[in-house]
């Protein structure tokens, strides 16, 4: 796949995790595309690792849409635990 169709899912695949884990996140569309471009190299990755499958096959197969967005999902909840703990000391 090319790199269009790769930030195309990014971001799709951002805003479904998004939707699935709702709630305040610093950053915007743009880092919500980051981390949908980057779960869903994770989730390709995992899905060799752990199952020794080939999951990013092409645009339109299940198997890439559903790495992205379990790869996005698992990246979101990193980043709100890393940029959540750097928010609570300010405030302390």
């Given at each position: ?67 992205a967005i379990v790869g996005s999902v698992i990246l ?17």
């Amino acid at each position: 796949m090319g790199i269009i169709a790769w930030i195309l899912i990014g971001l799709l695949a951002g805003l479904i995790a998004k939707a699935l884990m709702p709630g305040k996140d610093p950053g915007g569309i743009i880092i919500t595309t980051l981390i949908g471009i980057a779960g869903g190299l994770l989730g390709g990755w995992l899905g060799k690792v752990i199952f020794g499958v080939d999951s990013i096959d092409g645009f339109f197969d299940l198997s890439t849409w559903i790495a992205a967005i379990v790869g996005s999902v698992i990246l979101l909840a990193l980043y709100r635990l890393l940029t959540g703990s750097r928010h609570s000391h300010r405030h302390a």
